[in-house]
């Protein structure tokens, strides 16, 4: 954007474009955590009622990777 543009966004909806993305990379990498808390708390439940460990920790190592490829390619 150039500055003709950011001063028109900035007017008609009174945050910065920059302030914008912010938001929307916090809210979109809280619930990408709170997907992993859900993964961990499902793969614990499937654990104890006879699941095999290597598959809870499989499973929460990759979600944990893709969280961090996600966190990255936000900002």
Known sequence: MNATQQAAF????????????LGIAMITMSLALLWLAWVAFSQMKQWRAGGEFFDLIWRIIRGGILLMFL?????
């Open 10 to 21: 900035a007017a008609g909806s009174g945050v910065t474009h920059s302030n914008l993305l």
């Open 71 to 75: 966190g990255y390619f936000i900002r």
